[in-house]
C-alpha cells in the first residue's frame, strides 16, 4: 500500500540550538521511498550524514525564536507483516557480524537484567520467532499501553516496574526480553497507518530465522502499514530530534499518515 | 540557489533485466534536498542502499517492454564553488584513512601511468591546489569537450590519445594526473545549472589544504549550480546505472535543470 | 616505550559456550603492534570481525570443561600521553560525523541525567578540555578509586550514587558528564604499565580541540604507557569478552604488563 | 593446517618515502591468526588502519637509506579449500549489497569487455560454480603461467592478448571473465603453502550459492593452505605495498612459508 506520512514540528528557542534530525525515511527491503519533502522554515543551512546503523540524520542549528520542520513522505509498504510460527533460534555463532550489537546490552534496554524474567515467559515455546511472540503477547497483556504517558524515554527496568508506557516504553522492554533470550533485537522509529491516537510510533525487531521480523506489542494481529524512519539499539540512537542546549520554550508535532491507493 | 533537477529514463528491455541506479541526490556539506521524487512506471518492487562511498542506489529488475523513471529533485547549493589558490599539499601520511583510496589507480584512471605528464603540467606551480588548478587548465585548452561524443567511458590513457571527450572523459584525465602527483581525486556525478547542452555531467574534485575542491575543466570561472548524486573512483564506481544481461532496444534519457529563485 | 602486554583467563563452563572476546589490539595513530600472540587451549575454530567502533572480535564456541586463551603483545605506545589545556570545545555542528554517536547516551553513561552536575563541575573552565579536565580532577578527589569493589558494571548514576568504584566505573561517570556538557566521550579499555594493582583497565577519552584526548579519573599526572584494545560508547560496547548461556564455574584473569625497552 | 609465513622486504630509498603496506593477515572465517609479528628496521612512527575492504593497512615513512620490513604468522588454514559444483548463480537482485561492488569493471579487470568471451568459455555449463570452474580450467589450459613475468599489473586485456603471466594477471583475467557473466569475483592476496617458485601468491574468488569460493587458475586440484593478507577488486585495491615519490634504488623480497604441524 502506498501511505503518505507527514510530521509537522514547531519550535520556540530562546538561542540558536543545535539540532540532529532523523526525520527522512530512506527505502530498503519492507519500503520504497516515492516522494519525500524536507522543508525548514526559516530555512537554515543543513547538513545530511549517514550513522553507523545507515539511518540518514540531518544535522543544522535551529535559530532563536520560531522554527518549523516539516518532513512528508510518499512511501510504499506492505499490507502484512511477515510471521514465522516456527522460525528457529539462529546460534550466536552463526549469527551475521553485523547484527552481534543488537545482543548487548543499552542504554534504556538493559538486558543483562532480564535473562531469567524472559526465560520465564517464554517457557514452553520453541526457540526462536515463538519466543518472541510469546513476548509480544506477554507485553500486550501485561503492561498497559498509554499513549502520551511519558515525555521522556524511561529504561525497560522501570517500564516493568510501572507496567505501563507508550509505546517505545513497550519496545524497549520487549528488546531487553528478547537479548535476554540472546535474540538480537532493536527499535525501529516510524510511523504506523491509522494509529490511535495519531503520532510518531516505536516498535520492534527480532532477528530469528535467520532474517529481522517485526513486532508490535501495542497493536494486535499482523496488519502492515509501517514506515520506518530510525533503527538502532534503542530510543538513545534513534530519537527523531536531539537537541543540544536549553529546552525549547515550546515544542509542538503534528503527525498524520494518509493512505494513497 | 534553489534547483529544480528532473531526469526523465525510458528503456525498452527485451526481457526483464536487473538493474542498479543511482539516481538519488543526497544531502552533504554542499548541498541540501528540500524536495525529491523518484517514480517507477510501472510500479516494480525496489530495495535501496548505500554503496561503501555513501551513495544511495537503488536495485530493480526491469519488466520487458516498456520501462520509464522519472526523478526529479529540489536542492539547495551554492551559487559560487570554493576556490583556493595556495592551499597546500597534504602529505599522505597526514591524509584521511578514507581519502587513500582515491590516490590509487582506478578503472578509467590509469593514474599510474601519468606522473611524469602530470609533473609536467604542474611543473612550478605551488604543490597542492594550485597543481590541481594549472591541470584544470590544461585540460580546458587542450582536450576538446565534444558533448555527445562517447556512449562508453574510456579510460585517461585512451582520452589523452584522442585529445577529446565528454565530460566524463576530461574528468577521468584530470584525475588520473592529479593522483600522478600523489593528490586523492574523485569524480562526482550529478546535475549542472546551465549546462549546454543539457545533460548528466561529470567533474571531479580535488583533496588539498584539508578538504575536497570541486574542478570541472569543461567549464570556465567557479560558477556553482552543481547538484551532485555520486562519488566514486571513476565512472566504474559511479554510473547512473548498470544494466545487466541483454542491452536494452532502446533507452532514453532527458534531464532538465531550472532555477526556482 | 615497547611494552610487552600478556592476559590469561581460563574459564570450566558446564556447556560448550559461546563467546566474543576483544583481545587482540590494534595499531592507531597512538600504538604500533609489533608483535601479537592469541592461543586457544584447546585449540577451537575461531572467526575474527570488526566491529562497527573498528575494534577486532573474536568469536569462537569454548568447549566443555577447562578452557585458556592467552594473549599477549609487544606494542610501542607513547611516554606521555597529550594534553593540551585551553584546547577549545567543538560545536555540534562542527563535529566530524562519526564523533557524533559519542555525544549520547548509552547503557552505562545516562548522559542525559547530568547536564546540571556537569555544568556545575565545570563551571568558571574554559569551554573543552579544561571543563574535562576539571571533570577528571573531580573524580580524583571525590570519587574512591577502588580496585576489584565490582564485578558487573554499574551506570553513572549508581557511581555518583556510591561515591566509589572500579576504573571503569569513574569512566563511566566521567563520559557521562562530558556529554553532558556537549563533549563527545567514549570509553577505552585496555592495559596500562605500571597499574597497581595490575589487571585490565579502562579510562576515557574526550574529544576537543579537533582530536580525542586521554584522561584517567584513577592517576595522577600524564604518564602514557596504556594499551588500547577497544573502543566505544562504555562497558557494553567494549566487554573483553560476552559469554551467552549458563555462567562459568569458574574464571580467572591473569595480567602482566612488562616494559621491555 | 597450521601454516608459519614470512616476508621480508628490503629497500634502498634516495629519499623518506611514505608507504602503504598491507602485511598483516587477520582473521576471518576461514583462517584463524595464533601468533605474529611486523618488525620494521629502523624503527618508524607507523599507523594502522582498516580500510573499506577490511584489510588492515599499514601506512609509515621509510626513511633514506635501507630499510626492511620483516612480518611473521602463524595461520590456522584449511586443509582442502571448498568446491561445490553445481552451486547456482546468485540473481543480482538478490546478491547482498556489499558483493556488488565486485560485480563493476575495475583498473585490471575491464569486465565490461569480455561478456562475449565469457558467454563462449561458460557455454553448455550450469549458471553459477560451474561457468566459473569452466573459467579456471580454461585459464589453466590456455594462458601460459610465468612466475616472474611481470613486474607491474596488466590488465586482463593484456593478459588474454599475451596469453601468459603471473599468478595476478591469471587471476584479473578470472575475474574480468567472471563479471562478464554477472558472477561477483574479487582478488586475493597472500600466501600459499608449497608454492613454487615461492612468492607472495594472487588468487581469486567467486560468489556463487550464497557464498565466495577459492579459485586459483596457477594450480590443479583444491589443495589447501591459502593465507590471506589483503582482499579487493583487483591488484589495484591490493597491493602489498604502495610507494609514493621516486622509486626504490633496491627492492627485495624473500617470502617463506612453513609446515607446522
Given at each position: 500500500m ?13 538561542v ?10 530512506h527505502?530498503g ?31 543544522l ?9 516539516v518532513t ?18 539462529v ?7 553485523d547484527v ?18 524472559a ?5 514452553g515455546?520453541?526457540?526462536g ?13 501485561r503492561?498497559?499501553y ?21 509505546c517505545?516504553?513497550?519496545?524497549h522492554?520487549g ?40 513486532f508490535d506489542?501495542?497493536q494486535p ?13 534503542d ?6 530530534f536531539?537537541?543540544?542546549?536549553p ?6 508535532q ?5 493512505r494513497?491507493?
Amino acid at each position: 500500500m502506498w501511505l503518505r506520512t507527514r510530521c509537522e514540528l514547531t519550535f520556540d528557542f530562546a538561542v540558536a540550538t543545535p539540532l540532529i534530525l532523523m526525520l527522512r525515511p530512506h527505502g530498503g527491503a519492507e519500503q520504497w521511498v516515492g516522494r519525500e519533502e524536507y522543508r525548514l522554515e526559516p530555512y537554515v543551512h543543513a547538513c545530511e550524514f549517514t550513522d553507523s546503523y545507515g539511518n540518514l540524520c540531518q544535522r543544522l542549528t535551529a535559530p532563536a525564536d520560531d522554527f518549523t520542520i516539516v518532513t512528508s513522505a510518499d512511501v510504499q509498504v506492505v499490507e502484512r507483516v511477515d510471521t514465522a510460527p516456527g522460525a528457529p533460534f539462529v546460534d550466536i555463532e552463526s549469527l551475521p557480524d553485523d547484527v552481534l550489537i543488537y545482543l548487548l546490552p543499552s542504554r534504556y534496554c538493559e538486558s543483562d537484567r532480564f535473562g531469567q524474567m524472559a526465560a520465564e515467559i517464554a517457557a514452553g515455546h520453541t526457540l526462536g520467532y515463538d519466543q518472541v511472540a510469546a513476548i509480544a503477547a506477554w507485553l500486550r497483556h501485561r503492561i498497559r499501553y498509554v499513549p502520551g504517558s511519558s515525555d521522556v524515554p524511561i529504561s525497560a527496568v522501570d517500564v516493568n516496574l510501572r507496567q505501563a508506557g507508550v509505546c517505545r516504553d513497550l519496545s524497549h522492554l520487549g528488546i531487553a526480553l528478547c537479548r535476554g533470550l540472546s535474540i538480537p533485537a532493536r527499535l525501529v522509529v516510524g510511523y504506523l497507518h491509522a494509529l490511535a491516537p495519531m503520532d510518531m510510533h516505536a516498535w520492534f525487531e527480532a532477528y530469528v530465522g535467520g532474517r529481522w521480523y517485526t513486532f508490535d506489542a501495542t497493536q494486535p494481529g499482523s496488519a502492515g502499514g509501517y514506515v520506518a524512519i530510525g533503527y538502532g539499539r534503542d530510543a538513545a540512537d534513534v530519537a527523531i530530534f536531539n537537541q543540544f542546549g536549553p529546552p525549547a520554550n515550546r515544542t509542538s508535532q503534528q503527525v498524520t499518515v494518509e493512505r494513497l491507493d
